[in-house]
Structures are given as C-alpha cells and as structure tokens.
C-alpha cells in the first residue's frame, strides 16, 4: 500500500462557495495527498522550505498545502513558484505531476518485472 503524505487546504470554511470556480477551471479532482515516495527525494528541499523539518514531522502536523509541494517538487521556494496563493491552480497544476510520476513509476516497474 502506498504512503500518503497529506494535503492541507487554507480557507476551508469558503470550500463550497469554490466549487463551482473551481469546475469553471476545469477542476475535477482535489486533491488530498500526494505519495510519500514522490516527495522522498527532495529531503533536501523540504528541511530549506519549512525550517529543517523532515516530511515525516510535516505529516504529522497535518501535511502541506498544494503549492508548498509544487514548490518542492520544482525544487523552489514558495514564492518562487507561478500563482503561488492560488489554490485551485496549484492543485490542477500537483495532479498533473503525481500522474506524470506515476506513469514513470509504471515504466520503471514493467523495466523490472520484465528483467525477472
């Protein structure tokens, strides 16, 4: 079973009243987690990002937010990510890179299993 790492929301309370902005972005999925291995090699990163705090003591907190993994995955800070506070975007934009790694994922697993 794969490892989630989670995925928190800031405004929580004006989630309703986003939907229908969201689908309007063609939004189709929201995302609550990301998997742990995606995240494991940026280590580095993610201690520049958030204080010298490892992923494990992140999750237990609560996880981060769509675009502090965007950022990490880009191997950027926060602010150095395009429309960094936009939830929406940054969501659309993570769903994109978990598909893009599992595939990879996929590709490398049919390398190995056809190695046996």
């Given at each position: ?114 190695r046996r």
């Amino acid at each position: 079973m794969t490892e989630i790492f989670p995925i928190i929301y800031t405004g929580e309370h004006r989630f309703a009243a986003e939907v229908p902005r969201l689908r309007s972005l063609g939004l189709y999925a929201f995302l609550i987690g990301v998997p742990l291995a995606m995240l494991e090699p940026h280590g580095d990163r993610v201690r520049l990002n958030h204080g010298n705090r490892t992923l494990r003591s992140l999750a237990q907190a609560g996880g981060l937010s769509a675009g502090d993994v965007v950022a990490i995955l880009l191997n950027r800070s926060r602010h150095n990510i395009p429309n960094s506070h936009d939830q929406p975007y940054q969501h659309r934009v993570l769903l994109e890179m978990i598909q893009e790694w599992e595939n990879l994922e996929a590709i490398r697993n049919l390398g190995l299993n056809h190695r046996r």
